[in-house]
Structures are given as C-alpha cells and as structure tokens.
C-alpha cells in the first residue's frame, strides 16, 4: 500500500543529490530517506501518476514542456488533496520529485547541457517543480472554479515573480491581478510585481480587501475525498474545494489598487481593461 501513498524525505537525503542524480545517469535508492509523510490519512497517488504520464506522453506538450503547466496545475491540486498546512511541509514536495516523479522534473526542467537544477527537486514552494504547480493552483482558485489558475500558468513571468509575492496570498489580490497580467508583456509583468511589493510595505492588503478564513468544513470534505482519472482528463476543469467564491467587490477593490500602482510607475494599463464580462 505504502507503493501508492504519499511519503516524505528526510533532510539527510541530500547526500544522494548528486551530478550525476540531477542529470539522470543514476537512480539512486532513497528508501532509506522515506518515511510516512505524518498526515491524518493516506494520499494515494494512483491519479496523480496517470495525470504525470498523460503530460509526458501527450504529443501536445512534447514540443514545449513549458505549455503543460496550466493543464496540469489545477488537476494536480484537483488530484492530490491537502490542506495548506500539510502542502507547506517541504520534505514531501521533495519525495515527490527525487522518489516518485524525477523523470517529470527532467523532461519538464531539462536544464542547460541536460543537467536539471536542483532548486526544481528540493527547492521552496516557488521552485519545486510539483509543489509551485499546487500553490499556485491554491492562491488563483476561486472556490471550486479552478478557471483562473489556467490563466496564472499561460505566462511563465507571473509564476516566476508574483507567485513570489506575500500579496500573492490574499486570494482577492491573486484574482484581480489574473485580470490583468495574462495580457501584459513580460517586462511590465516584473515592473508591476516590484512596484506593488514595494508599495505594499506601507499599507496593509488585508485593509483593503479583508478576507476570512478557509473554510474548515469545505477542505476536511474535500481531502477526504478523491478525484477519479476520468473527470481529471475530461476537457472541463474538475471542481476544487467547495469554498464560497471571493466577493468580486474585494477583487475590484485590489484591482483598482494595482491599477494605480501601475499609473505610478508609467505602466499603461487602459488597453488591459476590466474582465467584467468573465467575472
């Protein structure tokens, strides 16, 4: 049973990291390094494993692996149910890609001379090649509606730079800049993402658009059920936790504050307009 479970690694694993593990030519054995990932209940992994097998397989994404992140991001959070609590804890991003799925991390991370960064196997929540895929589908979820998590992962840029920002975590903030940044260019994405962390060192976001909680109740009934391999493959999007949607007045309020921001900065963001129609 354990074969099929979530596990974890042991910070004394880091011995096996080798040259030679990063570029593929060993495997070394990490069984020694594994432990139970210390959780209420076991994850299994069997829809996790089919959805990282399509991704590689896929003739779509063969080309570019870069373009299967905003595919995969919400069917993996859709697939491997935790809470944000369990996900913070690193050593089980880090079983998942040197252990279960380092084959992924390469073919989506190739790296320069065929050697894969380290940062993508055992690094935080923003480099981990699995882990920044569920956190980011966490902070752009609305709710259920995993619709804008596709849009955080179509531009490299908002990963790379606003998934980094603490702002990032008030769930309005990540709705109203999924407004806008997809159309943006890359240079104005970075521009945007200093200007805003800047700003927000004299204000408070939570004052702007405060939000409550999760809803305990909504994410205990959603990790203890499972996601089955047909609904994560079918064409639509699969449901998240069945959180109540942010209050679009909060979005507005957050976006109306990004917006001056970019005013400040001589970032022109009239042409970007507001998505009303898709709220």
Known sequence: MTDSVLQAMTPASRILFTTDFLSGESRPDFSLYTVPAGLDRLVELTALDGLIDHVMSSDEFSRDPETSDSWLAPRLHAALRLRRSEAADR??????????????????????????????????????????????????????????????????DIANTWFALDAFHNRAAALAAMRMLPRLSSKAINRLSNALNHFLTTIMLDAVAPLQGPDIVAIDEWVAGSASMEDLLQGELPPGPLEDPVDTEMIDRVEDLVRRVAAEVGIDLEEVGSEAGQR
């Open 91 to 156: 050593s089980i991003w880090i079983w998942l890609t040197v252990a279960r799925y380092p084959s992924y991390v390469r073919w989506r991370f190739p790296g320069r001379e065929g050697s894969t960064s380290s940062k993508r196997f055992i690094g935080g929540d923003r480099d981990n090649a699995l882990s920044r895929l569920w956190w980011g589908a966490e902070l752009t979820r609305n709710g259920a509606d995993y619709g804008q998590v596709q849009r955080a992962f179509q531009r490299q």
